[in-house]
């Protein structure tokens, strides 16, 4: 493929290369993406996924991300093809804490009474959010970049020598990848599993405030099947999911929604959230082409998928 053929090449098929991707093709740029893995092999289609700005640094870009993509989702949320939905729940805290500063930002945002919140919860507060039904909205962005005219080839790399001959614009949304790819020793893998149930007629989400508790508590209604979470392991690299990890999961869920507990499972979901000190959205140049990095973004991507890809769309 001669240079000449393509304005932009990106690297990774995940949440933030699709968005990026259409974002670059649908200003004009001839766009393809080669990926090690398709879309519903990432650790995209292994998300929650909820948006919500969560433990993501730095705190002054990630605002403008986050509001941009909430906008964007919003939109989306009009089509119910997108699998983009707006769902109202409640998030509570075990002990007493403040709400999240990005609560003011979410519709019919207020704090819980005491009798609205299950036992054993001292705080939480109610709003509505997009909540996306990852397998789903990963097929409307393969859509969306190919009427935009991109296409997707798989293609693993080693390194940056081969796209820098294909293309005058290389993005890199590698996800994990970047670790070795850049190489980025930064980055840090923190595993997360779900399990996909039956929904047995649950209409709104909940989700427990953990902090940096590596055992997480949420279930979102996707129609008829629910998503139950999760975990949060720093430094775990398994992608296969842990059948005692999962009962755990469902017993958790269980505690809260009494309903769950014998709950079909459907599917068990396993992902790695690349995780560093701060998201890496930024460019250097390398052999004549232009390497701009959009990863790191931990648990977030897709709460800051719109508003990354805006920024480097602006840059062209």
Not at 73 to 79: I, P, S, Y
Not at 242 to 271: F, K, M, S, T, Y
Request: glycine residues 10%; negative net charge; hydrophobic residues 40%.
């Amino acid at each position: 493929m001669a240079r000449t053929d393509l304005d932009a090449l990106v690297i990774g098929a995940g949440v933030s290369g699709l968005t990026t991707a259409i974002c670059l093709a649908e200003a004009g740029l001839r766009v393809k993406i080669w990926a090690a893995e398709p879309p519903e092999q990432t650790t995209s289609y292994a998300a929650g996924a909820m948006w919500g700005p969560y433990l993501v640094e730095p705190v002054d870009r990630v605002r403008v991300w986050s509001a941009q993509t909430l906008e964007t989702l919003r939109q989306l949320a009009t089509d119910p093809m997108t699998g983009v939905r707006l769902v109202s729940g409640i998030e509570a805290s075990r002990k007493p804490v403040e709400p999240p500063e990005w609560g003011n930002q979410l519709d019919g945002f207020r704090m819980c009474k005491p009798s609205e919140l299950p036992d054993g919860f001292a705080t939480g507060w109610r709003y509505t959010a997009p909540l996306v039904d990852m397998p789903v909205y990963l097929g409307y962005l393969l859509q969306r970049l190919e009427a935009a005219g991109g296409e997707i080839a798989l293609r693993r790399i080693g390194s940056f020598d081969e796209p820098v001959q294909v293309a005058p614009l290389i993005v890199n949304c590698t996800g994990m990848g970047a670790r070795d790819l850049v190489p980025d020793p930064e980055l840090a893998s923190i595993r997360g599993q779900l399990v996909v149930v039956e929904n047995p007629g649950i209409t709104e989400f909940f989700s427990e405030d953990t902090a940096l508790s590596p055992d997480l508590l949420h279930f979102y209604p996707q129609g008829e099947t629910l998503v139950l979470g999760g975990t949060a392991q720093p430094g775990d690299w398994s992608r296969e999911p842990d059948p005692d990890i999962a009962a755990a999961i469902i017993a958790r869920c269980a505690d809260v929604e009494p309903r769950l507990r014998n709950a079909q499972v459907i599917e068990h979901r396993v992902g790695l959230r690349p995780t560093r000190a701060y998201v890496r959205v930024e460019e250097q140049q390398l052999n004549g082409s232009r390497v701009i990095h959009n990863y790191g973004h931990g648990g977030a991507g897709f709460t800051l998928s719109w508003g990354c890809a805006f920024e480097i769309a602006r840059q062209i």
